[in-house]
């Protein structure tokens, strides 16, 4: 059913690995009791006016990974291309690599805090 869906299909030729991971949540017994979460995520989105990002003026943080079926990578992409002070690390997927994953979360978070806020002041 997923498989032919247009939208579906879009994600999976830019981000196949998305995808598969995606697929994978299936075989868990609990999504199929509680499944509306894959409704609604269809449709949630944090604006509904794209236009809005180029008036972001602070530093803002992107974590991606191409794994990531909820949050594609070309849509971090997108707002890295949109979004004038933006500081971009693709991270390790937690499944693939938990341990690295935590390791890089928590290292790009520190950088971020520590230089980039630091840097602009925007914590004094």
């Known amino acids: 059913m997923f498989k032919a869906d247009p939208v579906f ?3 999976e030729s830019t981000s ?3 995808t598969e991971i995606f697929l994978r ?3 868990d017994e609990a999504s199929m009791e509680y499944n509306e979460k894959f409704v609604e995520m269809s449709t949630d989105t944090p604006f509904k006016d ?3 990002l180029k008036g972001l003026e602070m ?6 990974n191409p794994y990531d079926f909820i949050h594609p990578i070309l849509f971090s992409e997108f ?3 949109n979004i004038s002070q933006v500081v971009y690390f693709e991270l390790k997927s937690k499944i693939l690599d938990f ?9 790009y978070v520190n950088h ?3 230089n980039v806020y630091d840097e602009l002041k925007f914590i004094k």
């Open 50 to 52: 794209k236009s809005v």
């Open 16 to 18: 196949p690995k998305a």
């Open 59 to 64: 530093p803002i943080l992107i974590l991606a």
């Open 99 to 107: 341990k690295k994953h935590n390791f890089e979360l928590n290292t």
């Open 112 to 114: 971020f805090i520590h």
């Open 25 to 27: 949540y299936f075989d």
């Open 9 to 11: 299909q879009t994600i």
């Open 79 to 81: 707002y890295k291309k």
